[in-house]
């Protein structure tokens, strides 16, 4: 049994005519990093929301075929307890914040107070996520306050603090300079050795190819891709699909096109830079 299992799901938002995600069946494996990409309005939140049970308990609208997380229809898991399972990254760190609690601090503390943690236990805890964060400085100042990215650390900080073995994370980055975008994959790639399962939205392809098991390209509301990372990158009808390619992926295919193939498609600059040195005879 796969963590995570869709059969034949089909999904339309209420009143809506067009299904937000279209006859998907697929599997997440525990542990394993799968990177989504794809056109805007592709159905990538759709599909988060979807595995966060905001998805037919919140949206409503219909839902068709089968969910299951850990076995149990996504129908029957009791929300509270699913949200303790999947920690969630909003797209928009604007509606992350709760805006009810006064200092940063407390904001990172609220899911762990929920759980009636000791407090203690909850101090140690929101001090280790706040310094792994780099948001130690924010702590007192009130979440209202901050910019967009400082935004996106406290509610990055807040969900590894609960410590939810599943992440589902949408467009991490969006409000990120290029050092707090790097900042946030290596934290990322950090959680991955934890025997997490991460779900990530992100149209940074480049970031994807470095850190990802697997990707997903969403279109149209359905998977039209899914695969081990370097294959689906290297895909050359990637960009029909509505997904970015990495720089050094064109690079490989225009080679091929000038008659000058490499050995593979790269899809990271390591390893374009290898191939074009075997290429040239250095090594
Ligand atoms: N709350 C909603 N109510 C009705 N329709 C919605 C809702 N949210 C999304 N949709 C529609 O569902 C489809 C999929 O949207 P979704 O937000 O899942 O795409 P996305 O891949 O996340 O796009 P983006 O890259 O812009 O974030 C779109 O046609 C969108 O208009
Ligand atoms: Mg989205």
Not at 9 to 32: D, M, N, W
Not at 67 to 95: C, E, H, K, M
Not at 165 to 180: F, K, M, R
Not at 207 to 230: H, N, S
Request: glycine share 10%.
């Amino acid at each position: 049994m796969s963590l995570i299992e869709l059969e034949n799901v089909t999904y339309h938002y209420p009143f809506c005519k067009e299904p937000a995600l279209r006859q998907i069946s697929c599997t997440f494996e525990k542990g394993k990093f799968y990177g989504i990409i794809g056109e805007n309005g592709g159905g990538k939140t759709s599909l988060c929301n979807l595995l966060r049970g905001l998805i037919p308990h919140f949206y409503r609208g219909t839902l068709e075929g089968r969910v299951t997380i850990d076995g149990t229809d996504v129908r029957d898991w009791n929300t509270g307890r699913l949200s303790a399972r999947i920690g969630y990254v909003f797209q928009n760190p604007f509606t992350q914040i709760s805006g009810i609690k006064p200092t940063v601090f407390e904001e990172v503390a609220m899911g762990l107070e929920n759980l009636g943690l000791p407090k203690k236990e909850i101090v140690d805890e929101v001090l280790r996520v706040c310094k792994l964060l780099d948001i130690e400085n924010l702590m007192e100042k009130s979440p209202n306050a901050l910019s967009g990215g400082q935004r996106q650390r406290v509610a990055f900080a807040s969900i590894l603090a609960m410590d939810a073995d599943i992440l589902v994370i949408d467009e991490p980055t969006s409000q990120l300079d290029p050092q707090g975008t790097q900042d946030v994959f290596e934290i990322i790639h950090t959680l991955r050795g934890t025997g997490k399962t991460i779900l990530l939205v992100e149209h940074k392809v480049d970031l994807i190819a470095e850190y990802c098991d697997e990707v997903l390209v969403m279109q149209g509301g359905q998977i039209v891709r899914k695969g081990p990372t370097a294959q689906v990158l290297a895909d050359p009808e990637l960009a029909e699909l509505g997904a970015l390619q990495p720089q050094v992926a064109m690079f490989g295919h225009a080679m091929a096109a000038a008659g000058k193939p490499l050995e593979e498609i790269p899809i990271t600059l390591e390893q374009a830079l290898r191939l074009v040195r075997r290429r040239r005879g250095e090594i």
